[in-house]
């Protein structure tokens, strides 16, 4: 396990607690003792009956075919390829969407901006995609800006405080994460952008928080990856059961929105919480390991 990842060992407890039903034994194995090169031998090490492979942020792949014949599910593996037959667990990308615009138009701002994460990754480019195709149907103008290939963090930092000075006053932010709210909302202070007077920013809330967690006072959309690493496990079960359908994926919508001062401007006087609105039932940042179950 990576030390203090709050997403991580959610997601683990999550697998635990529907293991503990189920009479099973589950063994957390970290990303860097989980290489595509080392299944083989963790297979044969601990011959587990299935395996849970958490694959958002990892540098390298781990298809179904690695296994043999241990069945597998995933957890944010966002390539339906990679996975097989075998079944999945994802973040609701319109979930996120709906949720973040539903919070931000409250505002009536003049436009709305999304932010990616500070390096190119699926999970980020699908999370702006899915909010500025939302904003565009709603007849509305979505600026976006996102890390380019090969750029460095520091450069990309340096281009959010050069664009966050530009927007137009009354522009609401959408943020793919904690720490690219912060880097926005240190541009705007360096600014003299008021926030939420001028600028309004929202983020989304995940296993981020570890190195660097949001500001205080920014709003943000958080998730259950309790049950998440629950749902997980009893698609692992169903999985080895044989009785989940082939290419199986349930999406995952957020649990609430924490709303803080970057959301409570222009008008807004009650400080609620916000259901949101996908169902859990229906169909990061990233956590490294595969579970073992046996």
Not at 99 to 121: N, Q
Not at 133 to 155: K, N, Q
Not at 229 to 246: F, K, N, Q, V
Not at 253 to 269: D, N
Request: some cysteine; proline content about 5%; hydrophobic content about 40%.
């Amino acid at each position: 396990m990576i030390s203090g990842d709050t997403c991580q060992l959610a997601r683990l407890a999550g697998m635990r607690r529907y293991a503990a039903a189920r009479g099973w034994e589950v063994e957390a194995i970290r990303r860097q003792d989980s290489r595509a090169s080392m299944i083989g031998s963790i297979i044969s090490r601990h011959g587990p009956a299935g395996c849970i492979v958490e694959g958002d942020g990892r540098m390298d792949d781990l298809p179904p075919a690695l296994f043999g014949r241990v069945p597998v599910a995933y957890i944010d593996v966002l390539d339906a390829a990679l996975c097989g037959d075998a079944p999945r667990v994802v973040i609701d990308f319109d979930a996120v969407a709906d949720t973040a615009l539903r919070e931000l138009s409250a505002l009536k701002p003049s436009c709305y901006a999304a932010v990616g994460f500070v390096r190119p990754h699926e999970w980020s480019a699908y999370r702006i995609a899915a909010f500025k195709r939302r904003v565009e149907a709603c007849g509305e103008r979505c600026i976006v800006l996102e890390a380019e290939m090969g750029e460095s963090v520091e450069s990309y930092i340096a281009r959010i405080r050069e664009w966050v000075a530009g927007l137009p006053r009354g522009c609401a932010i959408f943020a793919v994460q904690g720490p690219t709210a912060r880097n926005i909302l240190d541009a705007a202070r360096a600014a003299s952008r008021n926030v939420p007077r001028d600028l309004a920013i929202f983020c989304t809330a995940g296993s981020e928080e570890t190195d660097t967690p949001p500001p205080e006072n920014v709003s943000r959309l958080l998730f259950d990856f309790e049950r998440v690493g629950y749902i997980a496990a009893r698609l692992l079960d169903e999985r080895m059961r044989g009785t989940c359908a082939p290419r199986h994926v349930e999406r995952v919508g957020p649990l609430f929105v924490e709303r803080r001062e970057s959301t409570r401007g222009r008008g807004r006087r009650e400080p609620h919480i916000l259901k949101a609105s996908a169902s859990f039932s229906s169909s990061s940042v990233s956590c490294y390991f595969s579970a073992v179950l046996r």
